[in-house]
């Protein structure tokens, strides 16, 4: 069974800062993808980005970008320019493509990291 | 165009008591989800739904039960409801699995249950 790691149970950044979020997975799967949500104090979940483990290249969403390390089995969240706003709890999530035998249907979230954004 | 939404957003039961959690999507989606998020826990999933009339058992299904009668509602039931299931719950819905470019999960605004 895959399993999501974040070390992190809480992270400070100042305002305009750069701050990196950590997540580690574990998966005998060669296909998946890999995603990054944020849920605010109003409890939304919003997905913030999301990478193909298949594709080489990083994802960017704006100030979010990944750094996606597919042999260590790492998927850090790098936040640029931090802002108030960005201030939530961050969830690393992984879905196996289905393609290579795993199960398609289901995100399994690690356990979260709690961003303050310091003014 | 509503997306999720979930009713109630709140609840408070006693032990033992007996409750439906609705979700509804308007995205004309195929498959549907309900997690249970506690602190600490991340989002865990308890069953899910891969087409109109179907279920199927997720991570955590013990205690609770689902119906998926039309394809845009997805209805969580307790039976007999115990502290341990005080929770958020989030419904969330997406329309292909496996690759598709809009494969998106979208999610519910969460219900906190509380059982004393």
């Known amino acids: 069974a895959q399993t999501v790691t974040q070390s992190q149970p809480e992270m400070s950044v100042q305002e305009a800062e750069t701050v990196t979020l950590s997540c580690t997975y574990d998966?005998?799967?060669?296909?998946?993808?890999l995603f990054w949500y944020k849920q605010p104090p109003s409890r939304q979940m919003i997905l913030v980005i999301r990478?193909?483990?298949?594709?080489?290249q990083n994802a960017t969403e704006n100030r979010f970008s990944v750094n996606f390390q597919k042999a260590a089995k790492s998927f850090s969240l790098k936040i640029s320019d931090s802002q108030l706003g960005d201030a939530a709890m961050y969830f690393c999530?992984?879905?196996?493509?289905?393609?290579?035998?795993?199960?398609?249907?289901?995100?399994?979230f690690g356990k979260g990291t709690l961003l303050t954004v310091n003014p | 165009n509503a997306g999720v939404t979930q009713t109630p957003k709140f609840r408070v039961l006693k032990t033992g008591q007996s409750m439906t959690l609705l979700c509804a999507q308007d995205?004309?989606?195929?498959?549907m989800y309900w997690y249970r998020q506690d602190p600490g826990m991340g989002l865990r999933l308890i069953h899910y739904?891969?087409?109109?009339?179907?279920?199927a058992k997720g991570e955590v299904p013990d205690g609770y039960n689902v119906s998926r009668l039309k394809k845009q509602n997805f209805l969580l039931g307790l039976e007999s409801a115990a502290p341990s299931q005080t929770s958020v719950y989030f419904c969330?819905?997406?329309?292909?699995?496996?690759?598709?470019?809009?494969?998106?999960?979208?999610f519910g605004s969460g219900t906190q249950l509380s059982v004393l």
């Open positions: 969330a819905s997406s329309y292909s699995l496996g690759g598709a470019t809009n494969e998106k999960l979208f």
């Open positions: 998966t005998s799967e060669s296909d998946y993808y």
């Open positions: 990478q193909e483990a298949y594709k080489q």
């Open positions: 999530a992984y879905r196996s493509s289905g393609r290579s035998g795993g199960s398609n249907y289901k995100l399994t």
């Open positions: 995205m004309n989606h195929e498959y």
């Open positions: 739904s891969v087409g109109e009339g179907t279920t």
